[in-house]
């Protein structure tokens, strides 16, 4: 049988699919994420390839396709679940707070263990070493809301909340930095690519595309009345990212200003805009919008991580040293994520503390480097390692969570309420 066949493909590809859906529904019964069982089952995959003779197939392209267009389903996914209310500001405001303090700190202790436990660092780079050192540790320190979107449903709502602004905030806040600091590179040419004025003129640059599109499709797209107007949608959104990060703009600020404009169109169309807006038609959009972005974001993200999982190279970790230095970053991710959280949210800091994964923006940012800056002694075992490592401990301390509320409302139903006759006071 010729496994690479059309037909072939076809079958692999439902299947991969179907058995994604059970995982998805195995997730919601057991806390185990999803995202485990699919790089499990690509791993899997990955032997039976080996053993039909289909070990030479490279699976980077794809990987890198799906990682970005998952990326974008994703954000705006996680976008267009914000709700801009004043009741919800300082929630935003704080998850904002903690994940940028949480990925400024981790990155700069992940980079100097990296930096010391690592020599080519110092040797290939000279006096710059640090700074590529900290283009290593960025995608380390990036919450992955691919993972935890999916996987706190059925958290406290408060609790939810927080994790989906705050994984998203790290998403993106992460992405401007690793390519901030890509751009203060200097290489042979003796230039860099940039500078923080240029960061910032980009940033704001990007803010003013992102505003400015925004109002512009919304308004566009309520006029239109065909039937696939919302992949037509979807096509411009993927059009105008594409061609803003290859301007080096952060593009991705441009798919959550989307969301947000879309999901929260009484705010943003105040005043003489409102008279602009169609209402009815806006919120068709967005319904539209939020089923679709959520079936793409669980096809791709299924495809991506069962890639990643073939991709694996499992030789990698045969290394105490890159055990002992994963073992060292885990353990910077959970100090740090402690103290932030311990000082912002109080004691009640469970599961919080333990739900930061690291997933597809760590993959997918680690494989764009780029040849220039490639340090061949940092293994790809410490990325693997940090990856399902941050996945379990985040699977016990959900099933250990949802294990000890069944318990709190099985002691509750099984109290029995009692009755006392009432009596008339005694009047004296």
Not at 127 to 132: C, F, I, N, S, W
Not at 398 to 424: C, H, P, Y
Request: hydrophobic share 55%.
């Amino acid at each position: 049988m010729d496994y690479s066949s059309s037909y072939a493909l076809i079958i692999e590809a439902s299947v991969v699919l179907i058995i994604s859906f059970f995982f998805g529904e195995i997730s919601k019964r057991t806390s185990i994420p999803s995202v485990l069982m699919l790089i499990v089952l690509g791993v899997l995959l990955k032997f039976g390839m080996d053993y039909v003779g289909l070990e030479d197939s490279n699976f980077m392209g794809a990987l890198e396709i799906l990682g970005i267009v998952g990326l974008i389903m994703i954000v705006l996914e996680a976008a267009l679940e914000l709700k801009l209310e004043r009741s919800k500001l300082l929630p935003i405001v704080m998850s904002l707070g903690i994940a940028l303090a949480g990925l400024l700190l981790s990155t700069w202790i992940t980079a100097e263990l990296i930096y010391h436990f690592i020599p080519n660092f110092q040797d290939k780079f000279c006096e710059q070493g640090k700074l590529v050192a900290w283009i290593y540790a960025t995608p380390l320190s990036i919450l992955s809301s691919a993972i935890i979107i999916p996987s706190v449903n059925e958290l406290r709502q408060d609790k939810k909340e927080f994790h989906i602004y705050e994984s998203t905030f790290s998403d993106i806040l992460g992405i401007m930095l690793f390519y901030f600091l890509k751009g203060m590179v200097i290489l042979e040419g003796g230039d860099t690519h940039g500078g923080f004025g240029s960061f910032i003129l980009t940033t704001l640059l990007t803010l003013v595309i992102a505003i400015v599109s925004s109002y512009l499709l919304v308004l566009i797209f309520q006029k239109i009345s065909s039937q696939t107007k919302l992949f037509l949608l979807i096509s411009t959104l993927l059009l105008i990212y594409s061609v803003a990060k290859l301007q080096h703009l952060s593009s991705l600020l441009i798919i959550l200003v989307f969301g947000l404009v879309i999901a929260n169109k009484d705010i943003f169309f105040f005043g003489p805009l409102k008279k602009w807006l169609d209402a009815k038609k806006a919120d068709e959009i967005y319904h539209g919008l939020h089923t679709i972005t959520m079936e793409t974001a669980f096809v791709v993200r299924t495809f991506f991580f069962v890639v990643f999982g073939v991709t694996i190279v499992f030789s990698t970790l045969a290394s105490w040293s890159v055990f002992f230095l994963s073992l060292l970053c885990l353990a910077v991710i959970y100090l740090i994520r402690f103290l932030l959280l311990r000082v912002s949210l109080g004691k009640d800091i469970v599961p919080q503390l333990y739900i930061a994964p690291r997933g597809l923006i760590t993959i997918l940012l680690f494989y764009d480097i780029g040849e220039d800056l490639v340090i061949y002694d940092f293994s790809q075992g410490i990325l693997l390692f940090i990856i399902i490592g941050t996945s379990l401990v985040m699977t016990v301390s959900l099933i250990f969570d949802k294990q000890r509320t069944n318990k709190a409302i099985n002691k509750v139903k099984s109290t029995e309420v009692g009755e006392t006759k009432w009596k008339v006071p005694e009047l004296k």
